[in-house]
């Protein structure tokens, strides 16, 4: 079965420390993977979007990388806007439609 | 650019009774999604319109639930009967493409 699975489920940080979420996928066939940033009452907003293994997108203290196994959404000192849930989603070959992880909260401390 | 536009932004309603949802896209996108995001869980996809015809309902439950896209534009997502289990958020989404999807704000639903 195809999954999706973010880690972890909740990350708290101090402002200017750096890390990294995780996204691990269990798919049939990779076509593509997404990383939405969803604000609380607000739908997901689009950030990237990786095709291939070795692929890296950034955006301004964002950057997400893609393995065959796992993509990673690395920040690098983070801000308290940058809080968020962050959310992982796959397209999986012969399918049409996103599949999407449970997120990860992230809480950035002044 | 005007995003996507979903009304009402909250409902509260009591279990059996039915609701609507509505959701106007981005101007040209062919492409309309409708999403179930449970609290602390991610968006599952309910239904999946390409113009007018359906792509994906798998997860529709269809004893209950039921969708349409009239013209190709505007879609209505209905609830009928409503169960407890059916509170969450209900957002949609358009692309102009296949999957790069931009989502409305969604409907926070209450059923008690």
């Known amino acids: 079965e195809d999954q999706v699975t973010q880690s972890p489920e909740a990350l708290r940080l101090q402002e200017g420390e750096s890390s990294s979420l995780n996204c691990s996928y269990t798919?049939?066939?990779?076509?593509?993977l997404f990383w939405y940033r969803q604000d609380p009452g607000k739908g997901p907003e689009f950030l990237f979007t990786?095709?291939?293994a070795g692929e890296e997108k950034e955006k301004e203290r964002l950057k997400a990388t893609l393995t065959k196994k796992e993509s990673f959404l690395h920040i690098t000192a983070p801000k308290p806007e940058d809080s968020a849930t962050y959310l992982c989603a796959v397209i999986i070959q012969g399918a049409q439609k996103l599949v999407f992880g449970q997120g990860t909260r992230l809480t950035i401390n002044p | 650019e005007a995003g996507v536009a979903q009304s009402p932004r909250y409902k509260i309603i009591e279990k059996r009774q039915s609701v609507a949802f509505w959701c106007n896209p981005i101007?040209?996108?062919?492409?309309l999604y409708w999403y179930q995001q449970i609290l602390g869980q991610g968006p599952k996809l309910l239904i999946q319109?390409?113009?007018?015809?359906?792509?994906?309902d798998s997860q529709l439950p269809k004893d209950r639930f039921s969708a349409e896209r009239l013209k190709g534009v505007d879609s209505t997502l209905k609830i009928q009967p409503a169960k407890l289990e059916d509170s969450a958020v209900y957002l949609c989404?358009?692309?102009?493409?296949?999957?790069?999807?931009?989502f409305g704000q969604g409907t926070r639903l209450t059923v008690v």
């Open positions: 101007s040209g996108h062919a492409t």
């Open positions: 319109f390409q113009n007018n015809g359906v792509v994906d």
């Open positions: 990786l095709y291939s």
């Open positions: 798919v049939s066939g990779l076509r593509g």
């Open positions: 989404a358009s692309s102009p493409e296949l999957w790069r999807a931009f």
